[in-house]
């Protein structure tokens, strides 16, 4: 009996469902990482929610300034109508005191009222206060964005490290292997002694758990960026691109030390925070100036033995005046609070003159860190070439019976350790370089505008 129509049969009605079951691998490169944690980073959607708060503190600040209106009204029923005494006098002089209740059963009253204030030195100076807030809240999103794409770079960076150096061990290991291969062939036409096979067997044997842990690594740095991008920890993901070295110019590592105040966000912020403390310290000694208010009032009053009203009933009323107040004694309440917000303001200058100082020292040391990594990769280039050459000509040598297998391992691990300072350079000088944009407050050409500008 022919199976194959009952096999295509059964293949065509599963599947699909095995096929669905197969989860998609979401390729990563280092602008989608980018992008991605832009929009799922956590501490940048806390900053966020920071920038929204400061908007409204600024609505409230100017709420105080403008007008309020208030509608009321009123309706009270009499239980017992209050009385006034009088004194009276009858035809012969006689004084007797007299009740005369006063009132009525029902009363009706609703009245508009407006104030506006005229001056008031704390509303003004809050609602100055609030705006450069505003702006401090934004300088530290901005903050908070270039750090979160540094350290998506950072990662990214690592886990392209991991890879290159899970895959440089893998291909030692084969080396390693294919040299094991050619001695047990000498070794069986009895040009090579059992030592020369030993020391490859052993080779081999050394660099096996290198490779564990170099898969262990490179998984582990994996995990990692997800969980600075933000993605779920089961996604499946292959990360693509490469370190590739690209030369910073060098006249923005020239200008970078002068430049790096006045384009770091976070020395801008605390800037700001500085002249939102002086505010306060503005805003509290306004406390002992006065307050002047003007008010209006316009009110419909009205007051029945019955229910029976009409509008014929209700009489209107109107006022308005000018209110000043003045604060005489508090218990020095305001000097107290004057001299709290000083002491903010000497503690913000001390952090600005501490975020200024470790500025100048780190945009320092970056610069250091780029210059030294940059000669280094351009030697590994060179010392790699020759490495690669040397280990040829070993190979060569010992296939010909001209050199030893000591000779054959030193060559592998002289090659090896070229490959590994290579890759560590260039992973160096592009940390660097993140870290750079970051004290420089330079966003990648690649996100939205609206992020970059």
Wanted: charged share 20%; net charge neutral.
């Amino acid at each position: 009996m022919n199976q194959r129509p009952l096999f295509v049969f059964f293949l065509f009605i599963f599947a699909p469902a095995i096929f669905a079951q197969q989860p998609s691998v979401r390729r990563l490169t280092i602008e989608e990482a980018v992008r991605v944690a832009m929009q799922k980073n956590s501490d940048l959607q806390s900053a966020h929610f920071e920038v929204d708060r400061a908007d409204a503190r600024v609505q409230e600040a100017w709420g105080y300034a403008m007008p309020s209106v208030s509608l009321s009204g009123r309706y009270t029923r009499t239980l017992k109508q209050p009385v006034f005494f009088i004194q009276v006098s009858d035809s012969t002089g006689t004084s007797r005191l007299q009740q005369l209740r006063i009132g009525s059963n029902h009363a009706f009253d609703a009245g508009l009222t407006a104030s506006q204030i005229l001056f008031n030195g704390t509303v003004f100076v809050g609602v100055g206060a609030a705006s450069i807030y505003s702006e401090a809240a934004r300088d530290m999103f901005r903050s908070k964005e270039l750090e979160t794409v540094t350290s998506v770079k950072k990662s990214f960076y690592q886990a392209l490290l991991a890879a290159e150096a899970r895959d440089l061990m893998r291909s030692s290991l084969k080396n390693a292997e294919d040299n094991l291969r050619n001695v047990k062939l000498l070794r069986g036409q009895g040009i090579l002694s059992e030592y020369d096979e030993l020391r490859a067997i052993v080779a081999v044997d050394n660099l096996r758990p290198s490779v564990i842990q170099a898969e262990t690594n490179a998984t582990l740095a994996v995990d990692g960026l997800k969980t600075v991008v933000g993605l779920d920890a089961s996604e499946p993901i292959k990360i693509t691109g490469s370190m590739e070295y690209i030369p910073v110019d060098d006249s923005l590592l020239t200008a970078a030390p002068s430049i790096v105040l006045d384009r770091n966000p976070g020395f801008a912020a605390a800037q700001k925070q500085v002249d939102v403390n002086e505010a306060f310290v503005m805003a509290e000694r306004s406390n002992y100036l006065p307050t002047i208010a003007a008010f209006g009032t316009y009110q419909y009053q009205s007051a029945r033995n019955t229910f029976n009203v009409s509008t014929n009933d209700f009489i209107a009323s109107s006022q308005v005046g000018l209110q000043l107040s003045l604060s005489l004694f508090q218990g020095l309440q305001t000097n107290a609070r004057v001299q709290q917000a000083q002491v903010d303001v000497r503690k913000s200058q001390e952090q600005l003159t501490s975020i200024e100082r470790k500025l100048k020292t780190g945009i320092t040391a970056v610069v250091g860190s780029l210059t030294a990594a940059r000669s280094r990769i351009q030697a590994q280039e060179r010392t790699v070439e020759q490495a690669e050459r040397g280990f040829k000509i070993v190979t060569t040598r010992f296939l010909s019976g001209a050199a030893t297998q000591l000779e054959v391992n030193d060559a592998e691990l002289a090659l090896t350790q070229a490959k590994v300072n290579r890759i560590q350079a260039k992973y160096d000088y592009l940390i660097a370089a993140a870290e750079l944009d970051q004290l420089l407050g330079k966003l990648p050409p690649y996100l939205p505008s609206e992020d970059r500008d």
